[in-house]
Nanobody, 125 residues
Framework: VQLQASGGGLVQSGGSLRLSCVASGRTFSGYDMGWFRQAPGKDREFVAYIDWRGGVTYYADSVKGRFTISRDNAKNTLYLQMNMLQFEDMAVYYC???????????????????WGQGTQVTVSS
């Protein structure tokens, strides 16, 4: 499956953005999905996870209560609604398909494959 992330941009602190990740190729609905991010000079870190049905979600503590992951399997699209953005949220955001179904290892990037190209989120103070 090929992934194309979009929706990033420049936003003021406290603002909102919605990221999208469109999948093509193999059946999107069969994959658990995740969002990760990477800031300059830092390792890629987990942001959010959603199972293939959309019924189970997990978040990094740093984004809990501010970000919402969702999916529309009919549109082959994964979303990340980001509210109350902070300077620390600035990073390149990546979507990925989880290589195995189920929440085991959901926060570790080694359990994901088929990364999209990333979309830049810039937060100004």
């Amino acid at each position: 499956v090929q992934l194309q992330a979009s929706g990033g941009g420049l936003v003021q602190s406290g603002g909102s953005l919605r990221l999208s990740c469109v999948a093509s190729g193999r059946t999107f609905s069969g994959y658990d999905m995740g969002w990760f991010r990477q800031a300059p000079g830092k390792d890629r870190e987990f942001v959010a996870y959603i199972d293939w049905r959309g019924g189970v979600t997990y978040y990094a503590d740093s984004v809990k209560g501010r970000f919402t992951i969702s999916r529309d399997n009919a549109k082959n699209t994964l979303y990340l609604q980001m509210n109350m953005l902070q300077f620390e949220d600035m990073a390149v955001y990546y979507c990925g398909t989880k290589s195995i179904t189920g929440s085991v290892g959901y926060k570790f990037q080694r359990f994901y494959t088929n990364w999209g190209q990333g979309t830049q989120v810039t937060v100004s103070s």
